[in-house]
């Protein structure tokens, strides 16, 4: 297992807010956090999940550690994110390739590594893209609009991370992106307050 011990230890500072690990299959945990309000669980991706950026966007900076590498770390009150190349050598990314995403715990035990799943023996998936529309009624509570659509955007998020229920079919979410998110005004606001999944299916 590569070593992640730092050149240096360093302090970690009160107050940090904590990685929240999600279970995608049995065995497979990825570390998130939120931005924007949204969960982030690449941070060399920007928040639609489809366009490279540099995890400094994401409050990541340059750290040493022994043997010569370095790497994009940002450190959470459970332990340390890590982006590095595909190697596992270096901070300097490609958005030609994938990114490999560490979780370090504070005893220096990797609790994820994305390098390692994506060099496991993997089936050929099947494959469907699926589209929801969704339109929702809330009560506000007090809370502003944009408040209840930012939420309801972590809800849906979190549902999708979460995966299936025990019991339910072995289908997998493999990656997920918002294409986009309003408010509606009042005189738009749909006349039920059910779910509509008028398209559900998009090949």
Do not use: C
């Amino acid at each position: 297992m590569t070593n992640w011990s730092e050149l240096s230890p360093r302090e970690h500072p009160p107050g940090l807010p904590r990685a929240t690990p999600r279970q995608l299959q049995a065995g497979v945990t990825r570390y998130t956090f939120v931005h924007d309000d949204l969960e982030i669980d690449d941070p060399s991706l920007d928040v639609s999940g489809r366009h490279f950026v540099s995890p400094r966007e994401y409050g990541f900076s340059i750290r040493g550690f022994l043997g010569g590498k370095t790497a994009w770390a940002r450190d959470f009150a459970n332990g340390t994110m890590l982006v590095v190349n595909a190697d596992g050598q270096s901070h300097v990314l490609s958005p030609r390739g994938a990114s490999r995403v560490l979780f370090v715990a504070r005893d220096g035990s990797v609790l994820q590594d994305s390098g390692s799943a994506s060099r496991a023996p993997q089936r050929t998936p099947d494959v469907a893209t699926v589209r929801l529309t969704l339109v929702a009624t809330v009560d506000l509570q007090g809370e502003s609009p944009e408040a209840a659509r930012a939420l309801l955007m972590r809800m849906v998020d979190r549902a999708v991370l979460a995966g299936a229920l025990p019991g339910e079919p072995d289908v997998r979410v493999m990656e997920h992106a918002f294409e986009g998110s309003a408010v509606l005004s009042a005189d738009n606001s749909p006349s039920s307050t059910h779910t509509d999944f008028s398209q559900l299916l998009d090949l």
